[in-house]
Every structure is written in structure tokens, then in C-alpha cells.
């Protein structure tokens, strides 16, 4: 995803990779959203076939966009950000019961870019 940035000018606010799926909250500068998610998901497909020795195509579900203004006041943005990161608690895979808190879920921007820095946990965007 980072090389997608570089290659696009997009700006990534949220993300979080779930066992199947991902979701994400990126900004287009610049119209080329289908053009950058299509380079994005065939190179994904392509290190993923070489790293887990898997030939073949993953099948990918249309890409769901939506357009917003950040900047209109009315706390959607905010909402989103939330709503992003709180599915790995909605599919279970952040166990509260175990003392696992969300921070703790590895695969996504909140334990990396939001979390406050700790000397057990390295800020490592």
C-alpha cells in the first residue's frame, strides 16, 4: 500500500487487514483511484501468489468509494476512522476477554499511527 501511495499521491488515513478483506479511508489528490487500486490489488495478488507459493487470481469484491469533505463539521470522517478500526472487535478477532485490547491487533493504522508511543510498543508507521 505504501508503494501505491508513492506511486499515486494518495493520502492513507485508516486501514485494517482482516483475515479475508480489507478496509481503508485513503484521499485521491488526484483522479486515479481505479486506476492505483488496480495496480495495487494485481501486485498484491502477485506477491502473495510468490510468498505463499499459491497460483491463481484472489478474488477481490468491487471497490466501494465513497466521496466526503473532511473539512464539513459533521463528525463523519471521525465516525469512519472508528468504524475502520473497530472491525477487528466486530469479527472477533480482538479478544477483550484476554486483556487484548484493539491497540493490540497488529494489522492496522491505529496501532501504528494513532497509539501513542510506548517503550514496549515502537511507533512504526
Avoid at 506477491?47 to 463523519?76: C, K
Avoid at 469479527?91 to 485490547?101: C, E, K, P
Wanted: a positive charge; proline letters at 3%.
Amino acid at each position: 500500500m505504501a508503494r501505491a501511495c508513492e506511486r499515486t499521491g494518495w493520502r492513507i488515513h485508516a486501514w485494517v487487514l482482516m483475515s479475508n478483506h480489507y478496509h481503508g479511508l485513503l484521499e485521491t489528490p488526484r483522479a486515479n483511484l481505479v486506476d492505483g487500486m488496480r495496480w495495487f490489488q494485481h501486485t498484491y495478488t502477485r506477491r502473495f501468489n510468490i510468498r505463499n507459493h499459491s497460483p491463481g487470481t484472489r478474488v477481490w469484491r468491487a471497490l466501494q468509494a465513497v466521496v466526503l469533505d473532511a473539512t464539513d463539521g459533521d463528525g463523519y470522517f471521525e465516525r469512519l476512522l472508528d468504524s475502520i478500526h473497530l472491525n477487528p472487535v466486530r469479527a472477533g478477532l480482538v479478544d477483550v476477554i484476554q486483556g487484548r485490547g484493539l491497540i493490540d491487533y497488529k494489522w492496522n493504522s491505529l496501532s501504528r499511527a494513532y497509539a501513542v508511543d510506548s517503550e514496549d510498543r515502537p511507533y512504526t508507521w
